[in-house]
């Protein structure tokens, strides 16, 4: 989607269309007082004082309306700069602009006010030249915002919109629109019952519904498998530490601005952890290690808390409580390549199995130029450096290389995926550590007995279980998988009379094969039950009756599909009980 603050030309179109809405709400509202209206990713707002009275979704239309007269009517727009004084004047009868006025220093900043016929505002511009250009727009939604962003204050009037400089351009703006709407996760999650949120447990803190629950654990368990195949180790430790921890990582001095205040309990100082790495530390260094050991691979479904700001959290997917698909990998500098390649075979076996195809590979690596940013070891970088790429060389993938971009302590992977709308998001990182090791005192024994320090790979393959399950609703519309689905068959009895039995026989085999089944054996008609079984996306839906009973088959109707297809009931067990191996979408 495009981002309208970072095209120039779109930004000056869409701040001249705030001030259009301002002049049409001004002549529906009379009474209304104008805070500011800036561009923003997504268009433009304007916040606006109503006194009593409250702009409704249904309002927009109106207000549309009477901006696409005042854009007809195409007066041209004047720019005048006046003196502080003068603006104070004028504009003496605004709060508002008093208040911005007031606040503005004349030496240095020129006050400009922009008329367009009945209509004149406070601002910096630049604006269009006329009223005429204005054509494309459309207004999207309202809601209330704190004056100032400060919840003591009054509320406004937030009024979102968005403008192009041509009728395709919004179509298409639109349509992606409503199929993000469509696909939001939030909504998809209140539908099927996957999370909920509550004010009194906080905001950014999701709860994880049964619904949503069980996504999760496969999705833990799919991971925890592929970890284990691979040698990781995993466990588990409290998600906070004490303040001294992560002095000792550095994380105090680098990373507290994301995290939550200190708690005081007894003598020690705590914080809710914002990541792993210093625990995991510590385990490695719970024993001596020798190079014989090595690689040690520990990993952890582990919750942290970061610091995000109330207006930002959404969903799953900018959380302040997430869990992350964590592992450390310590390995001697010998090992670095071939461990790389392995987190890196991970991700695309995750990717393949998940039917994620639009995807980049990112390096991030040291600015050669500016050594002094970074940790000092040139051999070790450039080593380090040549052995990432070697091994994305290796394995035949695309990438593109970021120069300057590695973190101050090592380079980094990022793989950026691309989702069907919206944004592209990072999923699965792999980052190269020089220095953690060495704050911890970290070492293994060499085979000539020298004492060496193991470098650390910090490597997430989901990223966080929780921003994967956002993307994966929206990915799939809400349209799981039968392996991931919360119910994966719900069996509807033609006649309760008749068929309850047969169901209920089909029911109990299929839970005993560790399958989730529901039965239907409400007083409901038929149609309704199949129809419901649709709308709440149960990948499949079998049909009893005589038929069925008599020759022990089961009438299979997938998601999606109004064709029903006649199974012998253990050539459905086979095929059901493969897909979910296989991870295939459905049967
Ligand atoms: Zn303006
Ligand atoms: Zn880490």
Redo the contacts with the bound molecule.
Sequence with gaps: MINIKEDEKLSILN?SCA?LLAQAVKHLYPSAKFWVGPVIEEGFYYDIDLGDEVVKEEDLDKIEKEMKKISKDGKRIYREEISKSEALEKFKDDPYKVDLISRMDESNTVISM?TQGDFT?L?R?P?VESVKELKYFKLLKVSGAYWKGDSKNKVLQRIYGICFDNEQDLENHLKLLDEAKMRDHRKIGKEQDLFMTHELVGAGMPLWLPNGAIIRKELENYIYQKERDLGYEHVYTPCVGTVNLYKTSGHWDHYKENMFPVMKVDEEEFVLRPMNCPHHMLIYKNKLHSYRDLPIRIGEFATDFRYEASGAVKGLERVRCMCQNDAHLFVTPEQIKEEFKKVVNLILEVYKDFGIENYKFRLSLRDPHDKDKYFDDDEMWNNAENKLRDVLNELNIEYFEALGEAAFYGPKLDVEVKPAVGPEVTLSTCQLDFLLPRRFDLSYIDNSGERKVPVVLHRAIFGTFDRFSAFIIEETKGQFPLWLSPTQINIIPVNNAYHLEYAMDIKNKLLNLGLRVELDDRDEKLGYKMRESQTKKIPITLVLGDNEKESNFVNVRKYGLIETENIAFDEFIKLVLETVKNKSKNI
């Design positions: 701040h001030h922009y505002d601002c511009g604006h």
